[in-house]
């Protein structure tokens, strides 16, 4: 009963009055959206649905190219912090048990920093005069500072530190509870080390890579903050274009239609995929 109460009240109320508010008209009031229903004379209830704000999503390219860039920058994201994270992972569980508590709370402890300051400090790392390129230049990698600072490059940087402990503590639970045994026999098998990893370790530790790809890309898509403080103007994503929408255009009813369908965008493959693993699970797959 609880789990559904905590549904209820934590994301269907608010996604309804979301979803109300997408169907209004805009207008110059506080709140700044016309009422759905309203009593003409007394006598009748009026409901009037705006559908035009769903239909300016589909045909005004800034919106579509927003969910676009948001997709690409997710899924090459999630890529990304599932290759860095995996290893780490790996290591972790295959770290000596005294080891392994310690290794976790180094992975949690940026947790205990505002996430806003971690962000807000990689500025001062990737701008031209920052920390990395004036250690490139020590190095002697580099003559000139390299221009990362306000690119998609300082976003994607942005988005795999802030959200790789979401990747690796799938990961390291999967792979810690694995049966080491299995590689084992697999080498007796006269199984080279790089095949029992691929044949054995990966499709083990899959419900981690799922879980971790599943945290990483959904917050990933609707980023606001790592794009706005790292990324340039030309760096298009959703949760850029709804701040404008609901703060400097003052649109909320094309900001909440906006909202839903990421929403759905989110929701539906999530929910398929639940479903898919239920059916494979009662087919003992």
């Known amino acids: 009963m609880v789990p559904y109460a905590w549904l209820l009240v934590l994301f269907l109320v608010p996604f309804f009055i979301v979803f109300k ?3 209004s008209e805009i207008r110059i009031a506080i709140p700044p959206y016309a009422p759905l229903y309203e009593m003409v004379n007394d ?3 009026q409901i ?8 300016r ?6 919106y579509v190219n927003s969910y676009l860039s948001s997709l690409k920058i997710a899924v090459l994201s999630t890529v990304l912090t599932l290759l860095v994270g995996y290893p780490i992972a790996y290591g972790m569980a295959r770290a000596p048990k005294t080891w392994r508590l310690p290794l976790v709370m180094l992975v949690i ?4 920093t505002s996430f806003l300051i971690r962000v807000y400090a990689w500025i001062g790392i990737l701008k031209p005069e920052g920390f990395l390129n004036m250690f490139l230049i020590w190095l002697g990698i580099i ?5 990362i600072l306000h690119t998609d490059v300082a976003v994607y940087i942005g988005i795999v530190y802030s959200y790789l402990p979401f990747m690796i503590l799938p990961l390291y639970s999967s792979l810690e509870k694995m049966d080491h045994s299995l590689l084992e026999a697999a080498s007796d098998l006269g199984c080279p080390p790089f095949q029992a990893f691929w044949k054995v370790t990966f499709p083990l530790s899959l419900p981690g ?12 898509v609707g980023e606001f903050v790592i794009p706005d403080l790292l990324g ?3 760096t298009l994503m959703i949760g850029k274009t709804l701040w404008a929408e609901f703060f400097n255009n003052r649109d909320w009813p094309l900001a909440s239609a906006a909202a839903v369908i990421l929403l759905l965008m989110l929701v539906v493959p999530i929910v398929w995929f639940q479903k898919f693993q239920s059916r494979r699970s009662a087919l003992g797959e």
Request: proline content about 7%; charged content about 5%.
């Open 209 to 220: 890579v799922i879980a971790g790809c599943f945290l990483v890309f959904i917050p990933a």
């Open 143 to 147: 003559d000139e500072p390299l221009v």
């Open 109 to 112: 402890l940026p947790f205990w």
């Open 57 to 62: 999503l589909f045909s005004d390219s800034l």
């Open 48 to 55: 009037t649905l705006n559908l035009a704000n769903y239909q």
């Open 232 to 234: 340039g103007s030309s």
């Open 43 to 45: 006598t009748y209830l």
């Open 21 to 23: 508010i997408s169907f």
